[in-house]
């Protein structure tokens, strides 16, 4: 299963951006949904996480400010970004697990390629 994000982009401090991301594949079934990011010398780290059944949660430095969401007909995630700051500067990776088809069916956990966000003050 192969993850695409798109996106990212330059924006001054107090923007939004919008991230989506779409899975691709013989795809059974999505769980949950999550974003993360890696700021340069930093461990990554969990931004938002939607299951199935649209349960979130969220790092507490974004709560209020950013909203995942996901459209299972399209099996593609998105993460809306307000009020952005200098610190949300980022390569943000979106993560999806499930189920899908080979022969039988199989477990997945998969990244996608990281997309660049980055925030001016």
């Known amino acids: 299963v192969q993850l695409q994000a798109s996106g990212g982009g330059l924006v001054q401090a107090g923007g939004s951006l919008r991230l989506s991301c779409a899975a691709s594949?013989?795809?059974?079934?999505?769980?949950?949904m999550a974003w993360h990011r890696q700021a340069p010398g930093k461990q990554r780290e969990l931004v938002a996480r939607?299951?199935?059944?649209?349960?979130?949660n969220y790092a507490d430095s974004v709560k209020g400010r950013f909203t995942v969401s996901r459209d299972n007909a399209k099996n593609t995630v998105y993460l809306q970004m307000n009020s952005l700051k200098p610190e949300d500067t980022a390569v943000y990776y979106c993560?999806?697990?499930?189920?899908?088809?080979?022969?039988?069916?199989?477990?997945?956990?998969?990244w996608g390629q990281g997309t660049q966000v980055t925030v001016s003050s």
């Open positions: 993560n999806a697990n499930g189920e899908y088809w080979t022969t039988t069916r199989r477990t997945f956990s998969s």
């Open positions: 594949g013989s795809i059974f079934s999505i769980n949950a």
């Open positions: 939607i299951t199935s059944g649209g349960s979130t």
